[in-house]
């Protein structure tokens, strides 16, 4: 079973924020969250991960709740680019055997 | 240069055959993996492979094999194929020890096989 739960979809206009959440309550202390995401049939792109802190790059941002059983991928300004399903995973440790949920399949309309 | 690459890209054969995809990775990662995408989107861990050892091998049938020949390289080799092996196949690379390392940047992916039994 995956660790994380996500919502299925989630729509957002273009130019808007689009915030996915993620849950992921028996994550242990020194266990990442990572985000991906997929684009049609591609394979899985990484987006941004984090620990504690939160965490932005050019891509995204990642707000990670203070008891760290949840956290938010924020894209600041939603393309038409951004529909795509994105996943949030917590990789055991090697990350040989990570699970992938089924994402939450964002729609960004014009 | 693809970081993760797969051949082919598309792959269309008939029930009992055996096929092979292919995958290459060039950006001198130890672990590398195989993913199955079914129609649900679920991303499942078939085989995981660290420095040309076998790690994880998920409960796939034994009519999957695959095969290490270097750091680089990954095969997957399926004999008598089935309707239910109809999916996409997810090679992926990663550095080892990822997880714990804060500039970790988990897997690559490569752009993967779709494979359709009839």
Same mark, same amino acid.
């Given at each position: 079973?995956?660790?994380?739960?996500?919502?299925?979809?989630?729509?957002?206009?273009?130019?808007?924020?689009?915030?996915?959440?993620?849950?992921?309550?028996?994550?242990?202390?020194?266990?990442?969250?990572?985000?991906?995401?997929?684009?049609?049939?591609?394979? *899985?792109?990484?987006?941004?991960?984090?620990?504690?802190?939160?965490?932005?790059?050019?891509?995204?941002?990642?707000?990670?709740?203070?008891?760290?059983?949840?956290?938010?991928?924020?894209?600041?300004?939603?393309?038409?680019?951004?529909?795509?399903?994105?996943?949030?995973?917590? *990789?055991?440790?090697?990350?040989?055997?990570?699970?992938?949920?089924?994402?939450?399949?964002?729609?960004?309309?014009? | !240069?693809?970081?993760?690459?797969?051949?082919?890209?598309?792959?269309?054969?008939?029930?009992?055959?055996?096929?092979?995809?292919?995958?290459?990775?060039?950006?001198?990662? !130890?672990?590398?993996?195989?993913?199955?995408?079914?129609?649900?989107?679920?991303?499942?861990?078939?085989?995981?492979?660290?420095?040309?050892?076998?790690?994880?091998?998920?409960?796939?049938?034994?009519?999957?094999?695959?095969?290490?020949? !270097?750091?680089?390289?990954?095969?997957?080799?399926?004999?008598?194929?089935?309707?239910? !092996?109809?999916?996409?196949?997810?090679?992926?690379?990663?550095?080892?020890?990822?997880?714990?390392?804060?500039?970790?940047?988990?897997?690559?992916?490569?752009?993967?096989?779709?494979?359709?039994?009839?």
């Amino acid at each position: 079973d995956a660790k994380t739960t996500q919502p299925p979809s989630m729509d957002c206009a273009e130019g808007r924020a689009a915030n996915l959440p993620c849950n992921h309550s028996t994550i242990s202390g020194n266990e990442y969250v990572y985000w991906y995401r997929q684009i049609h049939s591609q394979g *899985p792109q990484y987006i941004i991960h984090g620990l504690k802190n939160n965490e932005t790059n050019e891509m995204a941002s990642l707000i990670i709740t203070e008891d760290r059983k949840s956290s938010t991928l924020i894209l600041p300004h939603a393309t038409l680019r951004d529909t795509a399903v994105y996943y949030c995973i917590v *990789p055991n440790t090697g990350g040989f055997k990570t699970i992938f949920g089924a994402g939450t399949r964002l729609f960004v309309k014009a | !240069d693809t970081a993760v690459s797969q051949t082919p890209k598309y792959l269309v054969t008939q029930m009992g055959n055996d096929k092979s995809i292919k995958c290459e990775q060039n950006l001198g990662h !130890d672990t590398m993996y195989w993913y199955k995408q079914d129609s649900k989107k679920f991303l499942k861990i078939m085989f995981s492979y660290n420095n040309k050892e076998l790690i994880i091998n998920e409960t796939v049938p034994n009519r999957f094999s695959p095969k290490s020949p !270097d750091k680089a390289h990954l095969n997957l080799h399926i004999n008598s194929l089935e309707l239910g !092996d109809s999916a996409v196949y997810f090679c992926a690379s990663s550095q080892v020890g990822w997880t714990l390392i804060e500039g970790g940047y988990g897997y690559t992916f490569g752009s993967g096989t779709r494979l359709t039994v009839v």
